[in-house]
């Protein structure tokens, strides 16, 4: 499974932006996909989670991003409203794929989102 991510850039507080997560590869085998980000001198932390139609989010993001799959497109999507300055950090995908009997995480290369205040 081979992830790529775009739609990242800089935007002003209270923008929003659309991330974009192309899956392709042996995609039938995916059960669970994930936005994770990463801060400059923080660890990776999980923004959302998407499985089988089920969503869950991080609570610094709930009510403002939404994670949706276009199964069609084998892509995932982050839909993210009304930005803070703390939302800025490099966003990956990562896809939970069943593998040998075992579940596989697959990472994309990551995104950057810059909001300014």
């Known amino acids: 499974v081979q992830l790529v991510e775009s739609g990242g850039g800089l935007v002003q507080a209270g923008d929003s932006l659309r991330l974009s997560c192309a899956a392709s590869g042996s995609t039938f085998k995916i059960n669970t996909m994930a936005w994770y980000r990463q801060a400059p001198g923080k660890q990776r932390e999980l923004v959302a989670t998407i499985a089988g139609g089920t969503t869950n989010y991080a609570a610094s993001v709930k009510g403002r991003f939404t994670i949706s799959v276009d199964v069609a497109k084998n892509t995932m999507y982050l839909q993210m409203n009304s930005l803070k300055p703390e939302d800025t950090a490099a966003y990956y995908c990562?896809?939970?794929?069943?593998?040998?009997?075992?579940?596989?995480?697959?990472w994309g290369q990551g995104t950057q989102v810059t909001v300014s205040s």
């Open positions: 990562s896809a939970g794929a069943l593998a040998s009997g075992e579940i596989v995480t697959y």
